[in-house]
């Protein structure tokens, strides 16, 4: 059978800088696996060309077989990619239950006319959005504020908010850009639990960037290493943790 995101020999290059360079990875199906490495390593790179933010110049990434390098990001979202941002999406003025419909916004283009003659499709798809969402912030334990503009909630509650934006989509496969950064250690072991509960109940693939060791550890199935644009290390968290070349890239020593 595919794996659901296969990553096959990514170039990626800003003039003469290669901000990838070749990586290769496969991320199955209810597997987490983390994507780390230094900072500039490329890791952001990736995920913008596996949603369709970045076109590689050449290499394949495939979603569930298909290939999506050069897809508009809509459609790629449509596959079932969701994903979060480091520097949060989010719009400070509109609710909590808006900004989080509006990560289904894929799911709800039923065209001009259909949403102005307000077609019984679209409102059924709608009304199914709206209490997959209400579900999510219940599960997410942010039903208490659905009501309240984001801009006026803490961070910690705003990565959730991310969270359940990338989720009500329901994703296949979800990419996790630096969830942990900013979060206080009992947020931070609240979100291993979140994660690793898509992976196991609803079978969902996650794809995390982090530089919080203790959540990569604690979550991951498997990691991939990436240093300069191409993988250095592949395998299991603990022992890559241990690799030299792993270490040696993290405190800039690497050729
Ligand atoms: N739009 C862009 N234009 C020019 N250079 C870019 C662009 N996006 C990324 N880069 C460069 O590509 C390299 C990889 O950057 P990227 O953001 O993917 O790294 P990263 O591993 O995600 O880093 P960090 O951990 O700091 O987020 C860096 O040298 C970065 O400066």
Same mark, same amino acid.
């Given at each position: 059978?595919?794996?659901?995101?296969?990553?096959?020999?990514?170039?990626?290059?800003?003039?003469?800088?290669?901000?990838?360079?070749?990586?290769?990875?496969? #991320?199955?199906?209810?597997?987490?696996?983390?994507?780390?490495?230094?900072?500039? /390593?490329?890791?952001?790179?990736?995920?913008?060309?596996?949603?369709?933010?970045?076109?590689?110049?050449?290499?394949?990434?495939?979603?569930?077989?298909?290939?999506?390098?050069?897809?508009?990001?809509?459609?790629? $979202?449509?596959?079932?990619?969701?994903?979060?941002?480091?520097?949060?999406?989010?719009?400070?003025?509109?609710?909590?239950?808006?900004? &989080?419909? /509006?990560?289904?916004?894929? %799911?709800?283009?039923?065209?001009?006319?259909?949403?102005?003659?307000?077609?019984?499709? &679209?409102?059924?798809?709608?009304?199914?959005?709206?209490?997959?969402? @209400?579900?999510?912030?219940?599960?997410?334990?942010?039903?208490? #504020?659905?009501?309240?503009?984001?801009?006026?909630?803490?961070?910690?509650?705003?990565?959730?908010?991310? @969270?359940?934006?990338?989720?009500?989509?329901?994703?296949?496969?979800?990419? #996790?850009? +630096?969830?942990?950064?900013?979060?206080?250690?009992?947020?931070? %072991? +609240?979100?291993?639990?979140?994660?690793?509960?898509?992976?196991?109940?609803?079978?969902?693939?996650?794809?995390?960037?982090?530089?919080?060791?203790?959540?990569?550890?604690? &979550?991951?199935?498997?990691?991939?290493?990436?240093?300069?644009?191409?993988?250095? /290390? +592949?395998?299991?968290?603990? +022992?890559?943790?241990?690799?030299?070349?792993?270490?040696? $890239?993290?405190?800039?020593? /690497?050729?």
């Amino acid at each position: 059978m595919d794996a659901l995101l296969e990553v096959h020999d990514v170039h990626l290059s800003f003039g003469g800088l290669q901000a990838l360079d070749g990586p290769s990875l496969t #991320v199955a199906d209810g597997e987490v696996v983390g994507l780390i490495g230094p900072n500039g /390593a490329g890791k952001t790179s990736l995920f913008n060309c596996i949603n369709g933010l970045y076109r590689p110049q050449s290499g394949s990434v495939r979603v569930l077989g298909r290939e999506v390098a050069g897809l508009p990001r809509h459609r790629i $979202a449509g596959l079932g990619v969701g994903r979060t941002f480091q520097n949060l999406g989010l719009l400070a003025s509109q609710t909590v239950l808006e900004n &989080v419909l /509006a990560g289904a916004y894929h %799911a709800t283009r039923g065209g001009w006319w259909a949403t102005v003659l307000d077609l019984p499709d &679209v409102r059924r798809t709608e009304d199914r959005l709206r209490a997959r969402a @209400l579900e999510l912030l219940t599960e997410l334990d942010l039903a208490d #504020v659905a009501g309240r503009p984001v801009g006026t909630l803490p961070f910690g509650t705003l990565k959730r908010i991310e @969270l359940a934006r990338a989720l009500v989509g329901e994703p296949r496969l979800l990419l #996790v850009d +630096e969830p942990a950064n900013g979060l206080v250690h009992s947020e931070v %072991a +609240e979100l291993g639990a979140t994660l690793r509960r898509l992976a196991t109940d609803r079978g969902a693939a996650i794809l995390l960037v982090e530089h919080h060791m203790g959540l990569v550890t604690s &979550v991951c199935d498997r990691v991939v290493v990436l240093d300069f644009g191409r993988l250095i /290390a +592949e395998g299991d968290p603990r +022992e890559v943790a241990r690799d030299p070349q792993v270490v040696a $890239a993290y405190l800039g020593t /690497a050729a």
